[in-house]
């Protein structure tokens, strides 16, 4: 998983890393984490949500 690619899709849509927690339903501390490759063990369900809230699928993170 490439936390980076988080970020770079998150940017290219103008979204704050608190725009996309709210719209994904998930901590912006996960989005943070995510991001800075401090979070190594996400779950499935919380990469699908934020994969949903950027209109992308999982594997464009990877």
Known sequence: MNGKK???????????????????QVSRSIISFLETGKEKDVKLFTLTR???????KVEDFL
């Open 6 to 24: 988080i970020a770079e899709i998150r940017k290219i849509q103008r979204l704050s890393q608190e725009e996309l927690a709210e719209k994904a």
């Open 50 to 56: 934020i994969a949903k809230a950027l209109n992308c």
